[in-house]
């Protein structure tokens, strides 16, 4: 029973970066921006939290600067793309490397330093004594219940439930019918790929200040890409990701369960069962219902928009 | 004919180059000018990371510091692709007399060193030798059986967990040395290891630590690059003993003690024998305890006899004794190691197989 509450507990703790960063990459490419820099931004907003929890003790502020610090490189990024309309994918991967570069040079006096501060557990009174979920689900810090169940409500009501998030959605399939419809495409491009920019550096903080407490040089190992992978295998859908995020955390930690367990198997395959598993969910459905529509991607998602293009 | 006459070609050519290398009794590489002299380090990862490379770079500045008028230079995060022999290369074309590696690069790195016969080559756990390449790493194996001298004493449950890299000989040779010394005070200690496929990925190295205190492990050990195991026990009230520098700030409860390591005088003693025209390539240098690696300070919780006790197996072993020594068995139960034989540093070096009591390693 210990054992599979803490398996899923360490299934949520490491699901919720992944959660977080790729629910910020979804408000960007919900309307129409692919943004390739959240290993960049994780790292930014990784070594920012650190750093101000270093000089703070608060990791809310720690929280809170790594929202700004994504959001200031979120400015760059759209001012690359969706302002001067250059390459999508180049200024993505640009961001992925100036990130990750940046915040190693900048964090190097204090990398491998102890955060000042972490986020402490906020059980939930009465659900937290229901045996194996209770201590898994509901004895988690405030990050975790914001990337599991505050953030994707919040998003998932924005996109489906509101006028706003309709207007959202037509701008990432057809931008040029919004702008004969009257919408300003630009500024609302901008503003989500911004706020999608703050949101995937936060997945950074909450993983030196809730998940490994030090920041270090590489501490980000590629989540990043994983995170754009799971947008995509969640379909564009705020609560597939969720899903999608908390499945790979379990087959994660499934993962050195089975070999704390010695159940004998190779600890490579294990390293590479995430990945396998994940492979398998895009493919399966693919292959129950043939010729449907499955990955349904925005439709105008990594093309820039130009007004005067006939 | 013809095919026959290109297929003979083909065969003497594959004779000559199979041919060994002709033998030379070695010649120490001529002597350099401090004021001309170029030392070069190529790290595995970064400067920064508190761990391996830190150590590394400190050697650097002790260089530094004993050899004033020469210059140094130092590439971080090299990865083991053709990207690290295009570095080594740029080592040789900025004149490096003498060139430090701080991993095992193999014939990433010998290519370079086969054709700069007058630059001295330096692997960290590497296995080749020529005459203008050597390599040097540690006997941690030493270290690792006094630390687990103190874990067989520590652990109430006799349960000991390992979090490694990959499954090499340093792996091993961690996991079995650790376990041995355990047993030699608690003779039914076991030990779990679990391997994260990686040198410095702190989100794995802290799940693969949870899982293993999930599952009854109340004492880790580890010799990765970077401190969350000891973080996560820390927060799990277990105790757990590291790896390249004193970390106890970290988790000071949970801190028994590290194999530190010290490249400082290795280095810049291979340095002033380049510069003299002394330096030779050859056989490995394994480091013995007391000269490049030794045990830290015990941690606060660490009760005083156990310090006591294990300070004594140091001294014993520093004094010329080797505890691995027959019988051992491995994990299949087949002995090793017979009883009245010792393993060899070379043997412990290159350890491949899992002794009686370790689990998650192959054999």
Known sequence: MEVLSGLLSTAILSGGVLALAALGELLAERVGVLNLGVEGLMALGAMSAVATVGATHDPWLGFLAALLVGGGAGILFALATVVVRASQVLCGMALTMGGLGLSATIGRPFAGQPAGATFSPLPIPLLDRIPVLGPALFQQSVPVYLAFLLLPAAIAWLLFRTRHGLTLRAIGENPAACDAAGIRVAPIRFCYVVLGAAVSASAGAYLTLGFVPSWSDGVTAGRGWIAVALVIFAGYRPWRIVGGALLFGLVNALGYLAQARNWGVPSAFLAMLPYGVTLLFMIAPGLLRRGGALIAAPAALGVPYYRDEK | ?363
């Open chain 2, 1 to 363: 004919m013809p095919i026959l006459r290109r297929r003979s070609l083909l065969a003497a050519a594959a004779a000559l180059s199979a041919m060994p290398r002709a033998v030379r009794a070695a010649t120490p590489l001529a002597a350099v000018a401090e004021k001309d002299a170029v030392v070069a380090f190529g790290h595995i990862g970064p400067v920064s990371d508190g761990g391996w490379t830190f150590t590394h770079h400190q050697a650097l500045l002790a260089a530094k510091k004993a050899f004033p008028a020469a210059k140094f230079l130092e590439v971080e995060s090299i990865p083991v692709s053709a990207d690290a022999t295009r570095t080594f290369r740029q080592f040789v074309e900025n004149g490096a007399n003498i060139v430090f590696v701080t991993s095992e690069y193999g014939d990433l790195l010998s290519s370079v060193a086969d054709d700069a016969t007058d630059t001295a080559f330096l692997e960290c756990n590497g296995h080749r030798q020529s005459d203008n390449e050597s390599s040097y790493y540690i006997q941690h194996w030493m270290v690792s059986y006094v630390l687990g001298v103190a874990a067989g004493r520590m652990s109430k449950t006799g349960r000991l967990g390992f979090v490694g890299s990959f499954p090499v000989a340093a792996v091993y040779g961690c996991a079995n040395a650790f376990l041995l010394g355990a047993r030699s005070v608690a003779p039914h200690a076991t030990m779990q290891v679990i391997l994260i496929n990686s040198w410095f990925d702190p989100q794995a190295s802290s799940q693969a630590a949870s899982a293993l205190i999930q599952n009854g492990v109340d004492l880790l050990y580890t010799h990765l690059d970077d401190a969350s195991c000891l973080q996560v026990a820390e927060k799990n009230n277990v105790k757990c003993a590291t790896w390249n520098t004193d970390e106890r700030r970290l988790g000071p409860n949970a801190y028994v003690s590290s194999l530190l390591l010290d490249w400082n005088g290795f280095c810049v003693d291979q340095i002033g024998r380049r510069l003299k025209g002394q330096w030779t390539g050859g056989p490995i240098t394994l480091l013995p305890m007391g000269h490049g690696t030794d045990r830290d300070a015990w941690g606060a919780t660490v009760p005083p006899e156990v310090g006591r006790e294990a300070d004594a197996v140091r001294a014993r072993i520093m004094g010329g004794w080797n505890p691995f020594a027959g019988e051992i068995r491995d994990a299949a139960g087949t002995v090793r190691v017979t009883r009245g034989q010792s393993m060899t540093p070379m043997a412990l070096y290159e350890w491949n197989w899992p002794v009686e009591g370790v689990s998650g390693l192959r054999g």
